[in-house]
């Protein structure tokens, strides 16, 4: 068993009824009390709803780096990518995914710039922060 496999329920109540039941994955709760980050050291990632939601994916490779956006994550995903090496990021869409930045800019500008890729619905993403052609 792994912490992804256990949910906490939250309940919201007024008087004597209970009118709203969620459940938040386990994992999911860092999320809410802040970011937390993952050094990676390679030079290319897929992204991995259970892995990477959430979370600030610090590179820190000396060559260039691509990142795949994979089809089917979850609907509510995002992260932040942050260029901790010389290595620039790139951001690529695998098939069947729409990635979009508001001038065509894909990638990283320089050592240290931040970028955020935030899912607006299903395979559908957008990218916006410190970015390069």
Same mark, same amino acid.
């Given at each position: 068993m792994s912490i992804s496999d256990f949910y906490v329920a939250f309940r919201r109540k007024r008087g004597n009824t209970t009118n709203?039941?969620?459940?938040?994955?386990? +994992?999911? @709760?860092?999320?809410?009390? !802040? +970011?937390?980050? @993952?050094?990676?050291?390679?030079?290319?990632?897929i992204l991995d709803s259970e892995a990477h939601h959430g979370r600030i994916l610090d590179f820190t490779s000396s060559s260039a780096v691509t990142v795949t956006?994979? #089809?089917?994550?979850? #609907?509510?995903?995002?992260? !932040?990518?942050?260029q901790g090496g010389a290595g620039q990021v790139t @951001?690529? #869409?695998?098939? !069947?995914?729409?990635?979009?930045?508001q001038n065509i800019q894909f990638k990283t500008a320089q050592r240290y +710039?931040?970028?955020?890729?935030?899912a607006f619905t299903l395979n559908s993403y957008r990218l916006f922060g410190n970015t390069a052609a």
């Open positions: 709203d039941q969620r459940e938040v994955k386990a +994992a999911d @709760l860092g999320v809410l009390a !802040g +970011a937390k980050i @993952l050094t990676i050291s390679d030079s290319s990632l956006v994979a #089809p089917g994550l979850r #609907p509510d995903f995002f992260c !932040g990518i942050s @951001l690529s #869409p695998a098939v !069947g995914v729409s990635l979009v930045e +710039a931040m970028l955020s890729l935030i």
